[in-house]
């Protein structure tokens, strides 16, 4: 009975009158969440705090003294929006295939391996993404303890 009502449930939602004309494959459902103003201020706001970060004195130094830093890696024009699509593709195939650490989705050993994550983006550049993204201008928060501070 129960699997019965979810398969109801389930053919009421896909009916062709709730699905738009225009989606044919996963990603146009996907757009219908997640549109084009989302990914210009994730690039946005990314490559602006990567400018932020890697012209603070302490990186300018760090990357000084280590000049195998992955911050060297940083592309001189920032991520583009194709580049944020695949980081993100990894970030929800991450959640359907469950690894302890984030660095066994590029492992090579052939009993554990998932070519798919190798094949998107190399796991250093997944890193430094993850290590820049952003949603905010970080110069515009308001600092813990001011008026007006808000965690979330």
């Known amino acids: 009975m129960a699997q019965t009502l979810e398969l109801y449930l389930i053919s009421i939602f896909l009916s062709a009158r709730n699905i738009p004309e225009h989606c044919i494959d996963p990603i146009d459902y996907f757009s219908l969440f997640i549109d084009d103003d989302f990914w210009q201020t994730l690039r946005r706001e990314t490559n602006r705090y990567a400018d932020q970060f890697l012209g603070s004195d302490a990186t300018v130094t760090w990357i ?12 001189e024009n920032g991520v583009d929006i194709t580049k944020l699509k695949k980081y993100v593709r990894l970030l929800l195939n991450m959640g359907l295939t469950e690894k302890k650490v984030c660095d066994d989705y590029w492992t090579i050993r052939r ?31 308001i600092a813990r303890g001011e008026e007006g501070y808000d965690p979330w």
């Open 111 to 141: 009993s554990q391996a998932t070519p798919y994550f190798r094949s998107i983006m190399p796991v250093d550049e997944f890193n430094l993404i993850s290590r820049m993204i952003h949603l905010n201008n970080s110069e515009r928060e």
């Open 64 to 75: 000084e003294n280590q000049s195998s830093s992955r911050y060297t890696k940083w592309p």
